[in-house]
């Protein structure tokens, strides 16, 4: 079987990991893209399972070497999908990158045959709560996210799919279904 390239953008702190990392959890033949990062792990985080955390000076070589399907700087970091991997897990499964809005867009010009999907939040409130319960970030840094939330949300006309992540169960068998969808046409 050859898989799906599913692409998954949101707002920071809409549940994106939750509802992936369940997927990929009951689902065996669906993955999840490990990208490459120059931010600090945070707690809990281990190398090769939530990113490849690398120097910035490895991050700018793969990046001459033509490593990455896609990169871009957040935060004053460095975030790239790395281009083997993905290639080698399509060969089995389905493969979900989880990239912001720019970085999915770059994606599908790549891959055209990419299917996007956003998680979109069921209202501002909700989300900030979310983002400040998680607990990892600092006042400054959500305000930052904050602040990209509106951008993120008006690019959702580009998207091929759109999940509100209300209740979490639903939102995972929405993703679930659009990935089973997509493999019928
Ligand atoms: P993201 O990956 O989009 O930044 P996370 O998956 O880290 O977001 O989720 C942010 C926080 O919101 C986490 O504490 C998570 O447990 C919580 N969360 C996720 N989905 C829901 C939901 N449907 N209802 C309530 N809380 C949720
Ligand atoms: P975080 O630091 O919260 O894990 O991620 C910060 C931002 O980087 C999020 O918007 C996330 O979607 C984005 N991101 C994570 N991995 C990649 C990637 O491989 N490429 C791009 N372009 N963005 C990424």
Do not use: W
């Given at each position: 079987?050859?898989?799906?390239l ?10 994106k ?120 970030e ?40 659009v ?5 019928s046409?």
């Amino acid at each position: 079987m050859k898989g799906k390239l599913i692409v998954v953008s949101g707002p920071s702190g809409v549940g994106k990991g939750t509802i992936v990392k369940t997927l990929t959890k009951r689902r065996e033949d669906v993955v999840e893209s490990v990208s490459c990062t120059t931010r600090a792990p945070r707690e809990g985080e281990i190398h090769g399972r939530e990113y490849y955390f690398l120097s910035k000076e490895e991050f700018l070589r793969r990046i001459e070497e033509d490593d990455f399907l896609e990169h871009d700087e957040h935060f004053g970091n460095f975030y790239g999908t790395p281009k083997s991997f993905v290639r080698e897990q399509l060969k089995q499964k389905h493969v979900i990158l989880e990239i912001d809005v720019v970085g999915a867009l770059n994606a599908k010009k790549a891959f055209p045959e990419s299917v996007l999907v956003m998680i979109a939040p069921p209202s501002m409130e909700e989300l900030e709560r979310r983002l400040k319960g998680r607990g990892t970030e600092t006042d400054e840094e959500i305000a930052n996210r904050m602040q990209r939330i509106s951008y993120e949300l008006s690019q959702q006309d580009k998207y091929d799919y759109v999940i509100i992540n209300d209740d979490l169960e639903t939102a995972i068998t929405a993703l679930s279904n659009v990935i089973d969808e997509d493999e019928s046409k």
